[in-house]
């Protein structure tokens, strides 16, 4: 499926390409709530095979998947699969990463929890050992 | 559109009859996130008809249209038709109501914004007059 088709097939809009040193491949982001807002909302969509880097946020963060089939991990846990209608709440400073299948375009809200009290910390990549294990 | 065939087309789980003497006809409501989330995220799903009554929240909210058509109006202003990939951003103290447009059934995710700060306060419904006005 080309980005054409999914911007077709995802309900918000895809906004433009993230560069980022966090995301190992081609993500985009488009911001759904003005800069400075107490929650804020971005929708993130990862080409197949993206995923982002260990990371944790001082608050937590919730996940809505709306489109295509990926992965979410907490440190010495196993992956979980997740498609549209998934939703993941991740705790305060809890070790994780998320992205997309090798196979398959992944689409998810991400939604910062409480952002004044505490950002986000990013540590080091997925291993390509651990992320091909997945299917 | 029978509540059975909506189900099958929208994103999130739609939950259960939600009775409110807050809304204006049947609507379903599904948290999404744990009881005591300092982000409650639900996902809303109103009846052809169905909308709620003016109210206004302490510290704001965000709609995310994820399907059909609907209306969102803030007091004194027209009412903005809705569709799916529609972001509202309420602002704090700002008095409003949301809903579905009359031949349509409309579904969204309503986030509140640091609810610990502040609940919603509630208030007159929405006259028939009005609404009627709308397509």
Redesign the interface.
Known sequence: MSISDLSKRV???IGDKLISKNFNGTVWLKM???SG???P?GNVTFEPGCRNNWHKHA??Q?L?V?GGRGYFQEWGKPAQELH??D?V?ILPDVKHWHGAAKDSWFVH?A?E??PEKGQATWLERVSDQDYNKLK
């Open positions: 309900i918000f809009p759904l709530t003005p807002s107490d929650c909302i608050r937590g919730i809505l709306t549209a209608g939703v709440n809200l939604i929890v409480n």
